[in-house]
């Protein structure tokens, strides 16, 4: 079973942080496994676009899943911090999720 948690805060209250990330889904694919997703509007991808995936990576890593960042490019790239698609072009995206 699939579960979805839409426009997640990980905030200092919670986590100790100094600040508040966001992350736009966190989906259980069963026990011991999440897949991060984060939504971005540029068409550019810039380096902060990753920071809320990050923070959920530092703290859930072993259970998490490589991070997907969908934005409003025209292309698909996988970087060293997760796997990037357009938002008109997400059949990978949508074949993990099942």
């Known amino acids: 079973m699939v579960s979805v948690s839409v426009n997640l805060l990980i905030k200092r209250a919670l986590f100790g942080d100094k600040q508040v990330q966001e992350l ?3 989906i259980e ?3 011991g496994s999440l897949m ?6 540029g068409v ?3 380096s902060d676009f990753f920071n809320g ?5 530092e703290r859930f890593g072993a259970v998490t899943q490589d991070p997907w960042l969908i934005y409003g490019g025209s292309s698909r790239q996988r970087r060293e911090r ?3 698609v357009p ?5 990978a995206l949508l074949n993990q999720m099942v």
């Open 29 to 31: 694919k069963g026990a």
């Open 36 to 41: 991060r997703i984060d939504i971005k509007s």
């Open 87 to 91: 938002w008109n072009d997400m059949d």
């Open 53 to 57: 995936l990050d923070c959920w990576r």
């Open 44 to 46: 550019m991808v810039a």
């Open 82 to 84: 997760g796997h990037v």
């Open 24 to 26: 736009d889904a966190l």
